[in-house]
């Protein structure tokens, strides 16, 4: 059960850290203020890609504003999450779930070399044999691009000051490989970017991606970013 969780929690993590990914079914009148030709959404994300991959680092918070967390299987649910990613050292998360109605914590850090879990319901930190390491298969910059991709019917809602906000939709099918069980309809996408640098600072994701989610679910992720390279520090194992 333990490799369960730890499969679980550090796929939707890291989905949460790399997305870094998400957005609002609301309709919006665009504000446009630009001094030059305006850019294509299109354009934009291609942009964020490209900067996103050459940030040094950066932090970020996944959250629940409607309904109570992301159900990941029959017990556990996940409410939030905080971490950091740091290029070339690794990654550190903390994630708040239920075990059941029961509230429990688990943490992951992987560093160059190394995977660690501490577990949510002994929460004692265990080393992760490699041949068991999902993240392998889940390079964040391979997901952040790959949900970028799948965003379609793109509507550019403000270019003003510093802030570039898009619109979308994308299909939960498209993150099968994080949530359980998606659903065969489509959810709303909103994705803020600062306007001079292209990297994301907030995305908002409305709508059920698993078949368990209630209709008007809604995520969110906010980002920082930082030119400053973060020293991911493996766990005491006791």
């Given amino acids: ?16 850290a790399t997305f870094s990914t998400s957005c609002s079914s609301s309709k919006e009148t665009p504000v446009i203020d630009t001094p030059t030709s305006v850019i294509s959404p299109s354009n934009i994300l291609a942009k964020s890609r490209e900067a996103m991959s050459s940030a040094k680092s950066y932090q970020f918070e996944l959250s629940h504003r409607i ?18 990613v740091s290029r ?5 998360l903390e994630s708040q779930l239920l075990f059941g109605n029961i509230p429990v ?5 992987k560093t160059k070399n190394s995977l660690y879990l501490r577990d949510p319901l002994s929460q004692k930190w265990q080393l992760i044999p490699e ?3 999902p993240l392998k298969f889940l390079d964040p910059d391979t997901i952040l691009a790959s949900i970028i991709d ?3 019917e793109l509507n ?6 510093k802030v570039f906000k898009i619109s979308g939709h994308i299909s939960p099918h498209s993150l099968g490989d994080i949530f359980q069980d998606t659903v065969n309809e489509e959810a709303n996408v909103t994705i803020w970017f600062n306007r001079e640098s292209f990297v994301i600072t907030r995305v908002e994701l409305e709508g059920k991606i698993s078949a368990v989610d209630p209709g008007d679910i809604l995520r969110l992720i906010e980002i920082t970013t930082s030119d400053k390279v973060l020293e991911i520090v493996a766990p005491e194992i006791k």
């Fill in 88 to 92: 070339g050292k690794g990654i550190s």
């Fill in 67 to 84: 309904g109570k967390g992301s159900q990941i299987d029959q017990s556990l649910t996940l409410v939030s999450a905080t971490g950091s």
């Fill in 156 to 161: 550019l809602l403000v270019s003003k000051g």
């Fill in 1 to 16: 059960m333990k490799s369960t969780y730890t499969y679980i929690i550090l796929s939707l993590c890291i989905l949460t």
């Fill in 131 to 133: 041949d068991a390491n």
């Fill in 105 to 109: 914590s688990a943490g992951v850090i």
């Fill in 150 to 152: 799948n965003l379609y």
